[in-house]
């Protein structure tokens, strides 16, 4: 195959390509799903990274500045003010809790440690392609999570967001774990499913497929705009 | 691939943290780091590779002002486990840490990214973490993957998901 390389794929994705390159690189990508694949990849990336840092992280608010070397220093186990990961760029939102301890832990070892408070963890996955497999291991790690925040009266709660191609796990026909996410949903109240509506209405639109969705999952207009939703309420994102 | 090949996504990211530098971007002087988690649970080598590429290009745009981690988690535990186990594996159909991939691990770890690895999926995959596992300083085991991304947010990690 005659690849492009990364530089071209960063170059269009940053839109530095002339428009002559652009063109044969367009050809490329239709040429080549692999390519096309990365490209989307790389986009999605930008797309991440631009949204980190549009956002200041939490740790600014958390940080006081006259403490010196402060990433270590906290990690030796002072507390410190958390809000969680993006609950202090939100201290205007009626979801901050900029009061919540979190104690850290200097090996990065032991899991979500104790707010000082009993304010809910919050998790939001985002199931975006069409690797099944890949998304029931997500729900392996979730369940023990469930499990272990049940067990040590935490409260938790999990969304699981699918949309594009990560629709199939909760669509009737194509879903290969119809009957685990049963289980899971039944068993964890404080664990939802949810469809996009416009991953629904395209697949009719543009393929004539009628998607039927398991009764266990719960239909939203848009995935993207609800997940986008979740993260400024403060919630954990983490994707599929 | 020529070289300095990754220069516009570097620039990219160059920018946007000079421009952010004032408030966050601080190094061991006393001053604060930005935190950055990178989530890889895909199963192609192909794909980890780029991903450390990215943390890479991160680490070298940012220098002292980053502290990342890497949370290998799912089938991403891949990037670490050794051709020879392969041929016990449960479900796992690639063993990525061959010497192009370990070169780039070690490299990484050396400059202070750690990597976190999900036991969970080792558990999993039957993978042993003594005799499977590429070993460096700054890779670790931890008891669940996705437990410690949410973790990690908590801390205010911002997560990136290559």
């Known amino acids: 195959m005659n690849r492009h390389d990364e ?13 002559e390159e652009n063109l044969a690189l367009l050809g490329a990508l239709q040429q080549d799903p692999e390519l096309a694949k990365e490209a989307c990849q790389l986009n999605n990336l930008k797309a991440q990274v631009k949204l980190a840092y549009a956002s200041p992280p939490g ?8 403490r010196k070397s402060a990433w270590m220093a906290v990690a030796a186990g002072l507390l410190m003010a958390a809000a969680g990961g993006v609950g202090g760029w ?6 901050a809790q900029p009061d919540r301890l979190v104690v850290l832990d200097p090996d990065g070892r032991g899991q979500a440690p104790a707010s000082a408070n009993s304010e809910e963890t919050r998790i939001v996955f985002h199931l975006t392609t069409p690797d099944q497999a890949a998304a029931a291991e997500l729900l392996d790690d979730v369940e023990k999570m469930l499990q272990a925040y049940e067990a040590d009266g935490r409260p938790l709660r999990v969304e699981i967001v699918s949309n594009g191609e990560g629709l199939d796990i909760l669509r009737e026909r194509l879903s290969d774990y119809k009957e685990r996410i049963h289980q899971l949903a039944q068993r964890y109240h404080n ?4 469809a996009c509506k416009n991953t629904i209405d395209r697949l009719k639109v543009q393929q004539g497929i009628e998607v039927n969705i398991i009764p266990d999952a719960e239909v939203i207009d848009s995935g993207v705009d609800y997940v986008v939703k979740r993260q400024q309420e403060g919630w954990i994102y983490i994707r599929g | 691939m020529r070289c300095g090949g990754y220069r516009p996504l570097s620039q990219f990211l160059a920018i946007l943290l000079i421009a952010l530098g ?4 601080q190094a061991d002087d006393g001053k604060e780091k930005i935190h950055v988690v ?3 649970n895909s199963e192609s080598a192909r794909h980890q590779m780029a991903a450390l590429r990215s943390v890479r290009n991160h680490l070298e745009a940012e220098g002292d002002g980053i502290e990342i981690r890497v949370v290998l988690q799912g089938r991403g535990v891949s990037m670490l486990v050794l051709p020879d186990a392969l041929l016990h594996l ?3 159909h690639q063993a990525n840490a061959t010497p192009q991939m370990t070169a780039l691990v070690a490299e990484l770890s050396q400059r202070g990214v750690r990597f976190e690895v999900c036991a969970n999926s080792l558990q999993r995959h039957a993978i042993d973490p003594d005799h499977d596992l590429y070993t460096a300083d700054n890779i670790v085991i931890v008891p ?10 908590q801390q205010g990690y911002l997560y990136i998901k290559p």
């Open chain 1, 7 to 19: 530089f071209d794929l960063n170059a269009y994705v940053d839109g530095e390509l002339t428009p």
């Open chain 2, 90 to 92: 449960n479900g796992l």
């Open chain 2, 38 to 40: 990178y989530h890889v």
């Open chain 1, 191 to 194: 664990l939802t499913f949810v």
């Open chain 1, 90 to 95: 939100l201290a205007s939102s009626p979801m």
């Open chain 2, 144 to 153: 669940n993957g996705v437990a410690e991304l949410a973790r990690l947010q």
């Open chain 2, 22 to 25: 004032a408030t966050q971007a």
């Open chain 1, 59 to 66: 740790l600014q608010a958390l940080q006081r500045p006259q």
